[in-house]
């Protein structure tokens, strides 16, 4: 005991003792300064590295616009530290060359007007990047846009799934840069589901990565749908464009697996600017 008491371990743990003590004080001097000299963080580099157009209308069902507004918070919060800049709009005109975005969002619509619509087709045919989602797609007889129908893969409105509901979905292939980082199958927040005719799985220029599982079927509970082909992400390889089914009512961006397959896909419209790879600079 009394060899313990003056043993050089014993005075080396005062010692630490001691030194902890300081650094206690030293922790508490540090936050009292921090506290009182709050400022940003400042995420980015000095320039935003892409610009987005979001094009949209309160003019459409209500669950669709409950998609759209959630769809507004949900991009605008990935613009954080000004990383990139969005622009929300209910037209595409008096914007000068739509050139000047990287992107064009549209959920749950798409241009109405013949001005519109030829802004909308020049931008595309010259490179113009586009992220759609559900009723954007939307399109049938009365539709009159052979050129939207075409970019879309060919396909107009067949029938839906009906009450919106979640649905195990099958993502086809892990090869592409959207699909790579997720799972073979996942069941995604409530939605409805659209099937078009002629199917745009047929058409060559078509890429379809994700798609309804057919252990789904019989699905619905008014409208019910007993099989066949749902493709629900798909992108017309002609083009710069995803289009993503997802899209109707409050719930859709519930799910962190389908929120990551959303920013995949538009990261990958984005990097494939003609001005070069954004992500890159
Ligand atoms: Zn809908």
Not at 83 to 92: N, S, V
Request: glycine share 8%; charged share 20%; proline share 6%.
């Amino acid at each position: 005991m009394k060899r313990l008491l003056f043993s050089p371990w014993l005075l080396l743990a005062l010692l630490l003792a001691l030194l902890s003590c300081g650094n206690i004080g030293q922790k508490k001097r540090a936050e009292f300064v921090s506290a009182t000299a709050v400022r940003e963080a400042s995420y980015a580099g000095q320039t935003p590295r892409f610009q987005a157009l979001l094009y949209y209308s309160d003019y459409v069902e209500e669950a669709h616009r409950q998609f759209t507004h959630q769809a507004i918070s949900f991009f605008d919060k990935l613009t954080v530290g000004d990383g990139w800049i969005l622009e929300a709009d209910t037209t595409l005109l008096g914007k000068g060359d739509l050139a000047q975005y990287d992107v064009i969002i549209m959920p749950d619509v798409h241009p109405g007007t013949p001005e519109e619509r030829t802004l909308f087709e020049h931008y595309i045919e010259h490179g113009g990047g586009w992220l759609g989602f559900h009723a954007a797609a939307y399109n049938d007889l009365s539709t009159g846009w052979d050129w939207f129908r075409d970019f879309l893969g060919g396909g107009r409105f067949l029938c839906n799934t009906w009450p919106p509901q979640p649905a195990l979905l099958e993502v086809e292939t892990q090869d592409h840069d959207i699909t790579k980082n997720l799972p073979e199958e996942f069941v995604c927040p409530s939605s409805e589901f659209y099937q078009w005719q002629p199917d745009p799985r047929l058409n060559p220029d078509i890429e379809v990565l994700v798609s309804l599982s057919p252990k789904n079927f019989p699905m619905g509970l008014k409208d019910v749908v007993f099989g066949g082909d749902f493709p629900v992400v798909w992108t017309n390889t002609r083009y710069r464009m995803v289009y993503l089914n997802m899209g109707h009512g409050d719930e859709c961006f519930s799910d962190a697996t389908q929120n990551l397959l959303i920013i995949n896909a538009l990261r990958w419209v984005v990097s494939r600017s003609p001005s070069g790879n954004p992500f890159e600079r």
